[in-house]
């Protein structure tokens, strides 16, 4: 028979249990003991999920505290010095460490730096690795999952590794460059060792992710897999390399070549590959099938996927196995719980728990035929058809409007020279704030007693409004030249729109990890989107009308909505993104109608959803910027259009980043020093770039002084008069306690900055 695995399910809990779990041991409210146990409870309940659901094959170590990237870091002791000596506390403890900067004594230093899990809103802890390092096992967590597991009775487990290679990619150096192949040596012996112990606990087969083969590999890397899985060769475990999130293109050859048991490859994202594959497959290695969808919740076309599976099956006999297409880790735990979702679009939809029944019953169809198969298929084969002929995901008025697109609409009246005298005049260097300020435990519970009846419309309006006073009042007090509203009003900067805009659907707890125990809910793009009504103006207007000074209005842009979105995967991305686009562009026209004179149009996912491959960039800067510049550019010149990013590695799109035509693009820097700069400066840049001076993913407060040198840093690569002064990111996941310092530093700095400035200009003159 067919053998059914899966390479990692969500860990936070279908409640986000181990979230609230997390956040009280941080507070100090539960001790270590509470916390392990909940996380213990969490990982039985997925693995007695998974056995029940059918599957052969069990992921262990999957689960984590905070990053399993972090996890394998600590495995492999890959701990930069500036955290001590880690060794003496537990796993968990000197994983929290690193992930919120602090050293082994408790003091605060540099958080280990977080970035994007590919092309997913996941953001792992990137590993930081130094010339000559030597790897040993440095944590028994792995060790103590297996054997938890089997102490549970689950004999078939398989544990789930970071691949050596992968690890190594998306390792950065620290200050001194070095070649990091050259710690592979050192790393793959250290595999050996792990993978010898894992054998020793009684484990058969051994998962080791390796998504870096769907990405342009360096020849010197791909010499690299050659030698490092030759030398893996031989080991106790038979290996399954996984690899996913795209197809394989030129690495076809290599990862089927590699030596070791099976190959998972995600058919999601490459069926073209499958076939390929198979014929390309030594007959001792199986070829696992990714083919649920581990990145989006519809339900499956079952009938489709065996029109895929049947000609495999035929070739491969045993050696096919099924599986999602990559960890469910990107998808929310379980259907079931949406009891308030509307009944037509949860018939089309299937979290984590669905997609393992999916997968059974891709099993049971895959050994049956004729009418059995039907039969087995019958619900799953009405529900693919109703979705495709409802009417509900229609909108001819929306497609109207698509068809009617024109380049000028594109297309802002002057350019950015022209348009910079008509607008407001504002002080040398600049100083706002990205939007966001704290989402205090007060707001988030008006807006729960909003929702569950306790708190009616007008209360909750006040609620907020009184949140908007306070936050104009501290920015006034404080001194910021262009103010903000504070998105109390926002649970999520996607989920507030897609909540107030047709075509989207929302659920209850379709929670989804993005970093340590902050989730998102993604909203559920399932339809043409339209927009029925204005969705921000009241907020914005009633802000600027309490001050004097500038308020931004602040939208998420088109590409960012879309990206942090579950999507219909029924027309084209490009589509979805310009009917968003047209949304968005009604709101940026009723904002200035409505005397906001700068518009903020966040773009934070615009890079992470640069597809893997560089040869598909092209294609989707195109449509991604062309939709930015559709939702921007109905304004008059006068109207300051901002945007921000927060992934900001511009170096090779630094031309669609021009393109976007805002004028003012705040970027997130400050962890980098100030060098993603350099590609501004190479590309001289035409507009305004306020460069974060201060990292807002940790709770140290930023020093004067630093943010001093980094602004001086920034002056080297832009000019001045394009210089503004802000944060890295928004501000809602601090509290005022960090805000403000924080910002009175960041004020201070800016004071002294203009004041040296002058000084330097006057001694000129
Ligand atoms: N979509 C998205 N992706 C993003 C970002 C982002 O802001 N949004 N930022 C970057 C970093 N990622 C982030 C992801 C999540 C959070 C974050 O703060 N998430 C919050 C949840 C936000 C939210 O939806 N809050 C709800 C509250 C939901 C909730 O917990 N409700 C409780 C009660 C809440 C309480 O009493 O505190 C309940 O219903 O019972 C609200 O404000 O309404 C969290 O995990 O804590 C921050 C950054 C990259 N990707
Ligand atoms: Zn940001």
Not at 314 to 321: E, S
Request: proline share 5%; net charge negative; glycine share 6%.
């Amino acid at each position: 028979m067919t053998l059914l695995h899966n390479s990692g399910f969500p860990r936070i809990g279908h409640k986000r249990e181990l979230k609230f779990a997390l956040e009280r041991y941080w507070r100090g409210e539960d001790s270590l003991e509470k916390l392990e146990s909940t996380a213990a409870d969490l990982r039985a309940r997925h693995w007695q999920l998974q056995q029940d659901a059918g599957l052969d094959l069990i992921p262990v170590n999957d689960f984590s505290l905070y990053d399993q990237i972090l996890d394998h870091s600590l495995l492999l002791s890959a701990v930069p010095s500036r955290f001590g000596d880690l060794s003496r506390l537990t796993h968990a403890d000197a994983a929290f460490c690193i992930a919120r900067g602090k050293n082994a004594q408790g003091q605060p230093v540099a958080a280990g730096e977080m970035t994007k899990w590919f092309d997913t809103n996941y953001h792992f802890i990137v590993p930081e690795l130094r010339r000559g390092q030597q790897f040993l096992i440095g944590s028994n967590k792995l060790f103590e999952e297996v054997a938890e597991a089997r102490a549970l009775g689950h004999t078939n487990i398989k544990p789930v590794l970071p691949g050596p290679l992968t690890w190594l990619w998306l390792s950065k150096t620290g200050e001194a460059e070095f070649d990091r192949l050259e710690l592979l040596d050192s790393l793959v012996e250290a595999y050996g060792e792990i993978l010898l112990r894992l054998a020793g606990l009684g484990v058969e087969w051994v998962q080791l992710d390796e998504p870096a083969l769907a990405l342009d590999l360096p020849a010197a890397w791909k010499q690299a897999y050659e030698s490092a899985y030759s030398r893996l060769q031989g080991t106790p475990v038979k290996l399954l390399l996984a690899t996913y999130f795209g197809p394989l293109k030129d690495n076809l050859h290599l990862a089927a070549r590699l030596p070791v048991d099976g190959l998972h490859l995600d058919a999601v994202r490459a069926p073209g590959e499958l076939l390929n594959l198979a014929d390309h497959l030594p007959a001792y290695k199986v070829l696992s099938a990714g083919i649920i969808d581990g990145r989006n919740i519809w339900r499956s076309d079952l009938a489709q996927a065996l029109t895929v599976l049947d000609p495999l099956k035929q070739r491969l006999g045993k050696r096919l196995w099924l599986a999602p297409s990559c960890s469910l880790l990107h998808v929310p735990v379980d259907l079931l719980s949406e009891a308030e979702l509307d009944k037509e679009l949860k018939d089309w939809m299937a979290f984590a728990v669905q997609k393992l029944d999916e997968l059974a019953l891709l099993k049971q169809g895959l050994h049956a035929t004729g009418e059995q198969r039907s039969l087995l298929l019958a619900d799953n084969t009405r529900a693919a058809q109703t979705r495709r002929q409802s009417t509900r995901i229609h909108n001819p008025g929306v497609q109207e409007r698509l068809q009617s697109l024109t380049a000028d609409m594109a297309q802002r009246h002057s350019d950015y020279r022209k348009r910079r005298p008509q607008q407001i005049s504002l002080p040398l260097f600049p100083t706002t704030t990205i939007g966001s300020f704290p989402q205090t435990a007060e707001i988030r519970q008006a807006r729960r007693k909003f929702r569950q009846g306790q708190m009616d419309a007008a209360g909750y309006r006040e609620k907020m409004r009184e949140e908007i006073r306070k936050v104009v009042k501290i920015q006034e007090r404080l001194g910021l030249d262009v103010l903000v509203h504070g998105e109390a009003e926002r649970n999520d900067m996607v989920e507030y729109f897609g909540e107030q805009l047709e075509g989207f659907a929302f659920t209850r707890f379709g929670w989804v990890q993005s970093y340590g125990s902050r989730c998102v809910k993604p909203p559920i793009l399932f339809g043409d989107v339209s927009r029925p009504a204005p969705m921000t103006v009241e907020w914005s207007s009633y802000a600027q009308s309490l001050t004097e000074r500038p308020m931004k209005g602040m939208l998420t842009g088109p590409v960012t909505i879309l990206n942090w979105s579950f999507v219909r995967n029924d027309q084209p991305r490009a589509s979805t993104c310009r009917q968003l686009a047209l949304a968005l562009r009604d709101e940026v026209r009723d904002l200035e109608r409505a005397g906001i004179r700068v518009i903020q149009i966040d773009e934070a996912a615009l890079r992470e959803g640069l597809p893997l491959r560089r040869s598909d960039w092209q294609e989707y800067l195109d449509w991604a910027v062309e939709s930015f510049r559709i939702s921007a550019a109905a304004v008059q010149d006068s109207t300051q259009i901002h945007t921000h990013m927060c992934y900001s590695e511009f170096n090779d799109i630094m031309p669609f980043i021009a393109a976007m035509d805002a004028d003012v693009i705040t970027i997130e820097t400050s962890r980098s020093h100030m060098e993603l700069l350099d590609a501004f400066r190479d590309f001289d840049y035409p507009a305004e770039i306020g460069p974060g001076v201060y990292d807002i993913h940790s709770a140290n407060i930023p020093r004067q002084e630093d943010i001093l040198a980094l602004l001086k840093k920034a002056l080297e690569r832009i000019p001045a008069e394009h210089l503004w002064i802000n944060p890295d990111c928004g501000l809602k996941t601090r509290t005022w306690e960090e805000v403000q310092p924080a910002l009175e530093n960041m004020l201070a700095a800016a004071r002294q900055l203009r004041q040296q400035h002058q000084k330097q200009n006057r001694a000129r003159a």
